[in-house]
DNA sequence: GCCCAGGGATGCG
DNA sequence: CGCATCCATGGG
């Protein structure tokens, strides 16, 4: 991969390893717009203007160094696949999703999506999210900024249903008034187990959710989240009908070590689009 | 009407 | 610990 940077823009060439679609569709983010051959991203209150096409990325940015992190570009991402690669599993997998790449998103901005994401669809998700987008975040004129914490601690049990996180209403109302910024700045320095630990303590937030925020927000890559995808897979895959997922979570982490995270994604986007045929 | 979605909280043994 | 049950909501 070929990486110019410059002030107000990122330009990227030979794309083995970078595809902006797989990237975006993979389900790692849930605030952005496909049109064509132009995809519009958001993180926190910034916005990034991708176009693409099988040549090329050009990425456009305010702030072209967050989104240079954001997508991040300084990991080579040939090793990884060539490792994982040489598991038996994942070959087709990687093969599909080559251009796939982890996001280094914000942490706040993964506990607040990823607590909205259990139990419910891809669709939900990204539709309570705008909604607490565009009702309690800045207004940056063509877009809405996600709600920093303050702002969202104005938001009432009631407000998150009218987002429609039904049940999930009291989980979050509870966290996001017992949360600081103090808390988000202490995670990111805290040793895995404890991060695993503190996320753990929050309401809506389970083993599942904990690993998703820890691999996007806080890049921790030896964690695998298990979904209900992922056990599907890993049931297919073993020739099994295992439904405790403390155990599929400690096999497949323990298979895929430092590279769980990776491999995650990879299984995830090849068995969800190929609806598990 | 039933089933499912990037699961978690709670209670019970 | 492990396990069962319940939980809003919209789309297929």
Redesign the pocket.
Known sequence: MKIVKSKDKIVINELDDFNVIQTLN???IFRYVIDGERALVYSLDKRAIVNFNENEITIKSDDVDYFYNFFDLDTDYSYIKNELRKDEFLKSAVDFGYGIRIIKNDVYEMLIS??I?????????K?SIEYLCSHFGKNMGEYFAFPTLQELKRASIADF?SA????????MYDTVQKLTDEDINKLKHMDKNSQFKFL?S???????????IM??GLGVKDV?????????VYNKLTNTVV?????ITRELTDRYKDLSGYA??Y???YF?DNKLK
């Open positions: 993979c389900g790692q990823f607590i994401s259990s139990n419910n669809n891809i669709g939900r998700i539709k249903r429609g996180l039904g049940y999930r209403a009291e989980q753990l929050l309401k809506g937030v389970g083993e599942k959710v904990a690993h998703c691999l996007f695998f989240p298990v979904d209900t995808w992922i056990n599907k439904s405790d997922r403390k155990t995650q994604q299984f995830f986007y969800r």
